[in-house]
Nanobody
Framework: QVQLVESGGGLVQAGGSLRLSCAAS????????MGWFRQASGKKQQDIVA?????????YYADSVKGRFTISRDNAKNTVYLQMNSLIPEDTAEYHC????????????????????WGRGTQVTVSS
């Protein structure tokens, strides 16, 4: 089992940048595929933002953030990051990191329902 704690959210003006971090507990972080999802106010669903496989060599980005956001991970520090540049008001949401593991699979995982572990989230607010 892994516990996830996000940090780095806040209030930023449009055009600004933020870097989110997600620290994971446990000694098996390198076996987990990781993802960042976001939940806009009043919505129940988690929308995919970016995901990365356990070795860090495969990534996927939602079209809405491609070219502006970068997901990365440091397995030595048990941490996954989301660098967010050129923020726009539509990026306002609560951002959650998630983890999942499958010993037979080394690729990326796109579906939120396949992630077994979730952090509590960090709020990102972008003002216009």
């Amino acid at each position: 089992q892994v516990q996830l704690v996000e940090s780095g959210g806040g209030l930023v003006q449009a055009g600004g940048s933020l870097r989110l971090s997600c620290a994971a507990s446990g000694r098996t972080f390198s076996t987990y595929a990781m993802g960042w999802f976001r939940q806009a106010s009043g919505k129940k669903q988690q929308d995919i933002v970016a995901v990365i496989n356990r070795s860090g060599d495969l990534r996927y980005y939602a079209d809405s953030v491609k070219g502006r956001f970068t997901i990365s991970r440091d397995n030595a520090k048990n941490t996954v990051y989301l660098q967010m540049n050129s923020l726009i008001p539509e990026d306002t949401a609560e951002y959650h990191c998630a983890a999942t593991t499958n010993p037979d699979y080394t690729g990326i995982v796109l579906a939120a329902e396949l992630y077994a572990y979730w952090g509590r989230g960090t709020q990102v607010t972008v003002s216009s």
